[in-house]
């Protein structure tokens, strides 16, 4: 059974650092894209980024509104990604799942964590 | 970037119902999309992906239809697990974008 478990949220200050992590379980890692979205309170879903996997160079791509403060990164001998996010804003306070695409490449979300609740306040 | 729009933003409707969401992108995606359902409190569920295929375990009176700009998702008839929010995504090119979503309620 696939299981994805988000971790490191919580209530942080405005322009703060904090690292999400993803453990993954139940399939084969390192053969997929991670992807991260996030949903604001009470608003839509808001896709945040991928990493591919080592086999497609482990490279990543990023919406605009975190591009330059977010990264993600993936331990594959750990059946982890990552989610840096640095330069908190209040518009960041979301809830950020991390979620297993359908195949190697596709875009598709397959297997969705339950989700790990930010909280930006000063 | 591709917008995506939905229509309607809220859609109310008895169990039994035909329910059809329409999603427009705003430049062809082929066959790129994806619809979810997500229920209050929960993660979003991937429903169809490449348009028309069914996710494993998903009911097979859900169906999904359309290319390039114009995408539907049908519900052919409406059960009581199916009042929820409806979200469609493309994945034709990065940022990968979702529709605003469609709200279905009694």
């Known amino acids: 059974e696939v299981q994805l478990v988000e971790s490191g949220g919580g209530l942080f200050q405005p322009g703060r650092s904090l690292r999400l992590s993803c453990t993954a379980s139940?399939?084969?890692?390192?053969?997929?894209?991670m992807n991260w979205v996030r949903q604001a309170p009470g608003k839509g879903l808001e896709w945040v980024g991928f990493i591919r996997s080592k086999s497609f160079g482990e490279t990543t791509e990023y919406a605009a509104s975190v591009k330059g403060r977010f990264a993600i990164s993936r331990d594959d001998s750990r059946s982890i990604s990552y989610l840096q996010m640095n330069g908190l804003k209040s518009e960041d306070t979301a809830i950020y799942y991390c979620?297993?695409?359908?195949?190697?490449?596709?875009?598709?979300?397959?297997?969705w964590g339950q989700g790990a609740l930010v909280t930006v306040s000063s | 970037d591709i917008q995506m729009t939905q229509s309607p933003s809220t859609l109310s409707a008895s169990v039994g119902d035909r329910v059809t969401i329409t999603c427009r992108a705003s430049q062809s995606i082929s066959n790129l999309l994806a619809w979810y359902q997500q229920k209050p409190g929960k993660a979003p569920k991937l429903l169809i992906y490449m348009a028309s295929s069914l996710q494993s375990g998903v009911p097979s009176y859900f169906s999904g239809s359309g290319s390039g700009t114009k995408f539907t998702l049908t519900i052919s008839s409406l059960q009581p697990d199916d009042f929820a929010t409806y979200y469609c995504q493309q994945y034709h090119g990065s940022p990968f974008t979702f529709g605003p979503g469609t709200k279905v309620d009694i």
């Open positions: 979620i297993k695409s359908k195949g190697k490449l596709s875009g598709s979300l397959e297997y």
């Open positions: 139940g399939f084969t890692f390192g053969d997929y894209t």
